[in-house]
């Protein structure tokens, strides 16, 4: 068997070619969806948020000047990680809505209610698969 036979079957009898697309369209949408937070919901929730450039906020913890003048402070940079989060949180509640409205919940499966012990058991069962009381 030729290396691009096995590599074709493997391709179609196992899962890599869905994850190949899935991945591809989670990172087309991620574009998407960084573009709507970004563009449309964060400049809203800028409006909330205290007023100048909160993101830059940091406590310095040292400074230091070099020879040629370049002066390096060391800092725990909150802002910024704030920042992040409410970036983070605005993606999540996006992609959580989007997921909503195109994912709808399959079906449940028809069933038969066990009168004794009230399990369900598939509709062509003859016995409870929880007490093994006959079913009618």
Known sequence: MSFFTEFKEFLTKSNALALAVGVIIG???????????GDILMPVIGLILPKGDWRDASIELSRST??????????????DFLGNAVDFIAIAFVVYLITKALLKPAPAAPS???????????VDATKCKACTSALA
């Open 66 to 79: 070099d020879a040629a003048g370049k002066i390096t402070v060391n800092a725990i940079k909150y802002g």
């Open 27 to 37: 990172a087309a949408s991620g574009k998407v969806v960084s573009a709507l937070v």
């Open 112 to 122: 038969q209610t066990c009168p004794y012990c009230k399990e369900a058991n598939a």
